[in-house]
């Protein structure tokens, strides 16, 4: 799981990611920004974006090309724990 924090202005959000693929969806669909109609290089930049995201280490933190501010807040390998035990079946 990755949780991480976008301040944009006065206002932080706070998101979680269990996959990468999700993290994705949201740098395409909420952090990049579609100008005319070059979507090729939208979705190159918008999946860049996810990946310097995921590559960072818990801590840091760097600005966005649009002035959102990330920070990794936490990374855990185990997204579906309870109480520190692997649950099965869910």
């Keep these: 799981m990755l949780k991480i924090n976008i301040k944009t202005g006065n206002l932080i959000k706070v998101k979680s990611f269990n996959t990468f693929d999700s993290l994705i969806d ?3 669909l909420e952090l990049s920004m579609l100008i005319g ?3 090729p290089t939208f979705i190159n930049e ?16 760097f600005k966005t090309d649009l002035g ?6 936490g990374k ?11 649950i099965y079946g869910s």
């Design 68 to 73: 959102e501010i990330i920070s990794i807040s």
């Design 26 to 28: 949201f740098a395409r």
């Design 76 to 86: 855990s390998p185990y997204h579906n724990t309870e109480h520190g035990k692997q």
């Design 46 to 61: 918008a999946d860049a974006l996810a990946n310097k995201i995921w590559n960072t280490n818990v801590g840091q933190s």
């Design 37 to 39: 109609n070059d979507i």
